[in-house]
């Protein structure tokens, strides 16, 4: 949910700064999102804001939303599959008989995506950089299934970035 209303204050930002502050006609070489395809209200267009957008611009902020949702499911996937998830967390068993386990977390409230148009390739349209912290927690225990019952703490974070690229119609 929290990745939603990102996307959509993300849009809006970018829209706000697409519109003139007194814009009520459309502009000559601007194109308006009634003429084209409803794809435009999906993403969050209305009639003020097209009219001031070129095609490229909303092909951009489509594509924004796009790889929103896109960084969204891979970041629960991430989650998921992480080799020292929370369900296949470290527990280290320590000398005096205590145990201290670990487990890695996405945090999706440090999500920031980035996208532009590639300069580089015309296979290649779009690029997109995928930022984010993850989390270590750790707590101290008795025994491993005190640990797994435990609260945990934040012992470290760690950023992480990633590229994408958009090709033959799809984010990878």
């Not at 829209?15 to 194109?31: N, R, W």
């Not at 939303?65 to 499911?73: D, G, H, I, R, V």
């Amino acid at each position: 949910m929290k990745i939603m209303i990102r996307i959509v204050l993300t849009l809006g930002a970018l829209l706000m700064l697409a519109a003139p502050a007194v814009a009520d006609e459309t502009l000559p070489g601007k194109i308006s999102v009634s003429k084209l395809d409803t794809a435009g209200a999906a993403a969050g267009f209305n009639d003020r804001t097209a009219a001031v957008l070129t095609e490229e611009d909303r092909q951009l902020a489509i594509q924004k939303a796009n790889f929103m949702k896109f960084a969204a499911a891979k970041i629960r996937e991430m989650n998921r599959n992480h080799i020292l998830s929370r369900e296949r967390m470290q527990i280290k068993k320590s000398p005096d008989g205590s145990c201290r386990a670990f487990f890695h977390e996405i945090d999706d409230t440090s999500l920031d995506c980035e996208v532009s148009r590639s300069k580089s390739s015309s296979s290649v349209p779009y690029v997109a950089v995928l930022s984010y912290k993850e989390q270590v927690y750790a707590a101290s225990c008795a025994t491993p299934d005190a640990c797994r019952q435990s609260q945990f703490q934040p012992v470290e974070e760690i950023p992480n970035r990633h590229i994408f690229v958009y090709n033959n119609g799809s984010w990878q």
